[in-house]
C-alpha cells in the first residue's frame, strides 16, 4: 500500500512538474521585481513568502490544468507524450481534484492579504485556468500567458502598497513581452507537431520571421526595464543588471539562429537568468542605497 501511495504521490508531482522549476522562475523573477519597487526595497517579508508559495501553488495549478486541457495533443507530441496525463498514469478526476485543492491552498494565503489583492487574484485565477485552451483560439497564445504571468505584477503593488500606480503596468507590460519572446522560442521545439496537430502559436504565425520578431521583442523589453529604472530611480547597479540582461538576450539570439529543437529549448531555459540578472542589479542597488 505504501508503494502505491508513493507512486501516486510521484506521479502527482510530476503532473505539476515540480521536477522542471523552469516556469516557477520565470513567474518568480517579475514578481520580485515588483514586490522591490512598491516596498522600496524593503517589502513585507510576509507578503513576499506568501507571494512565492502562491507562485509555487499556481504554477503548479496551472500546469495541471494545462495537460488536462492538452491530454490528448501531448499523446503526439515527442516531447510530451510521457506526462502523467498523456501517457495515461494519472486520469482526468484526478488531475481535477489536484487542481482544485491546488487552488483552495493559493486562495487561503490570498485571504491572509488585503481586500484588493483578493479582488484581483479572481483575475488571476480566470487568466490561469483558461490559458490552455488559448493555442485552440488563436495564434497568440504566448501573449495571454504573459498576461497570466505578469497579473501577479499589479497583484504585488496591491498587496504592498494598497494601490496599483502606473509603473505597475509598466512591469506588468515588461513581462508580458517577456513571456512572449521566450514562450515563442519553446513553442518553436513544438512547431513540427504543432503544425501537424493544428495548435496555434506565435511560432507558427511568425514563421520564417520568428528570430527577428523575437529580437525586436526583447529589444522592447529591454526599454521598458530602462524606463523602469528612470522612474523609480535606480542606480548603476540596476543597470549592470539590465546589461547582462542584454547579453543574454543576444546570446539566446545565437541560440535559436538554426531554429534546432534542443538550441530552442536551451534559449527558453537561459531566460531564467535573464530575469535573475535583472533582479540581482535591482536588489544590489536598493541594498548600497541603504548603506
Same mark, same amino acid.
Given at each position: 500500500m505504501?508503494?502505491? @501511495?508513493?507512486?501516486?504521490?510521484?506521479?502527482?508531482?510530476?503532473?505539476?512538474?515540480?521536477d522542471? =522549476?523552469?516556469?516557477?522562475?520565470l513567474l518568480? %523573477? =517579475?514578481?520580485?521585481?515588483a514586490?522591490?519597487?512598491a516596498?522600496?526595497?524593503?517589502p513585507d517579508?510576509?507578503?513576499?513568502? +506568501?507571494? @512565492?508559495l502562491?507562485i509555487?501553488?499556481?504554477? &503548479?495549478?496551472?500546469c495541471?490544468i494545462n495537460?488536462?486541457?492538452?491530454?490528448?495533443i501531448?499523446r503526439?507530441? $515527442?516531447? $510530451?507524450?510521457?506526462?502523467?496525463l498523456?501517457a495515461?498514469r494519472?486520469?482526468k478526476?484526478e488531475?481535477?481534484?489536484? !487542481? @482544485?485543492?491546488?487552488c483552495?491552498m493559493a486562495? %487561503?494565503l490570498?485571504?491572509?492579504?488585503?481586500?484588493?489583492?483578493?479582488?484581483?487574484s479572481?483575475v488571476?485565477?480566470?487568466?490561469?485556468t483558461? *490559458? =490552455? !485552451?488559448?493555442?485552440r483560439?488563436t495564434?497568440l497564445?504566448? @501573449?495571454?500567458?504573459?498576461?497570466a504571468?505578469?497579473?501577479?505584477?499589479?497583484?504585488?503593488f496591491?498587496?504592498?502598497?494598497? &494601490?496599483?500606480? =502606473?509603473?505597475?503596468w509598466l512591469?506588468?507590460t515588461?513581462?508580458?513581452?517577456?513571456?512572449?519572446?521566450?514562450?515563442?522560442?519553446?513553442a518553436?521545439?513544438?512547431?513540427?507537431?504543432?503544425?501537424?496537430?493544428g495548435v496555434?502559436s $506565435?511560432?507558427?504565425?511568425f514563421g520564417? &520571421?520568428?528570430?527577428?520578431?523575437?529580437?525586436?521583442?526583447?529589444?522592447?523589453?529591454l526599454?521598458c526595464?530602462v524606463?523602469?529604472?528612470?522612474?523609480?530611480?535606480?542606480g548603476?547597479? *540596476?543597470?549592470?543588471g539590465?546589461?547582462a540582461?542584454?547579453?543574454?538576450a +543576444?546570446?539566446?539570439?545565437g541560440l535559436i539562429?538554426?531554429?534546432e529543437?534542443e538550441?530552442?529549448?536551451r534559449? !527558453?531555459?537561459?531566460?531564467? %537568468?535573464?530575469?535573475? +540578472?535583472v !533582479?540581482?542589479?535591482m536588489?544590489?542597488?536598493?541594498?548600497f542605497?541603504?548603506?
Amino acid at each position: 500500500m505504501s508503494f502505491s @501511495v508513493t507512486n501516486r504521490l510521484r506521479e502527482y508531482a510530476l503532473l505539476m512538474r515540480l521536477d522542471k =522549476p523552469i516556469g516557477f522562475f520565470l513567474l518568480m %523573477w =517579475p514578481t520580485l521585481w515588483a514586490l522591490l519597487v512598491a516596498g522600496e526595497g524593503q517589502p513585507d517579508a510576509k507578503i513576499v513568502l +506568501v507571494f @512565492v508559495l502562491g507562485i509555487l501553488l499556481m504554477r &503548479s495549478a496551472g500546469c495541471v490544468i494545462n495537460d488536462f486541457a492538452d491530454a490528448e495533443i501531448d499523446r503526439h507530441v $515527442t516531447r $510530451t507524450q510521457n506526462r502523467p496525463l498523456a501517457a495515461g498514469r494519472v486520469n482526468k478526476a484526478e488531475a481535477i481534484v489536484l !487542481f @482544485v485543492l491546488l487552488c483552495m491552498m493559493a486562495l %487561503w494565503l490570498v485571504l491572509l492579504l488585503n481586500t484588493l489583492t483578493i479582488m484581483m487574484s479572481v483575475v488571476g485565477v480566470m487568466l490561469a485556468t483558461t *490559458y =490552455p !485552451f488559448m493555442k485552440r483560439l488563436t495564434y497568440l497564445p504566448q @501573449v495571454y500567458l504573459g498576461a497570466a504571468f505578469g497579473w501577479a505584477v499589479p497583484m504585488a503593488f496591491a498587496a504592498q502598497t494598497g &494601490s496599483v500606480p =502606473p509603473i505597475a503596468w509598466l512591469m506588468f507590460t515588461t513581462t508580458v513581452l517577456w513571456a512572449t519572446a521566450y514562450d515563442t522560442m519553446y513553442a518553436m521545439v513544438d512547431r513540427g507537431d504543432d503544425l501537424a496537430l493544428g495548435v496555434k502559436s $506565435t511560432a507558427i504565425l511568425f514563421g520564417d &520571421s520568428d528570430r527577428q520578431i523575437i529580437g525586436i521583442i526583447q529589444v522592447m523589453v529591454l526599454v521598458c526595464l530602462v524606463m523602469i529604472g528612470i522612474q523609480v530611480g535606480l542606480g548603476w547597479f *540596476y543597470y549592470a543588471g539590465v546589461s547582462a540582461a542584454t547579453g543574454l538576450a +543576444v546570446y539566446q539570439q545565437g541560440l535559436i539562429r538554426y531554429r534546432e529543437r534542443e538550441e530552442c529549448f536551451r534559449a !527558453f531555459l537561459n531566460n531564467n %537568468w535573464f530575469g535573475a +540578472v535583472v !533582479f540581482i542589479g535591482m536588489l544590489l542597488d536598493y541594498i548600497f542605497r541603504q548603506i
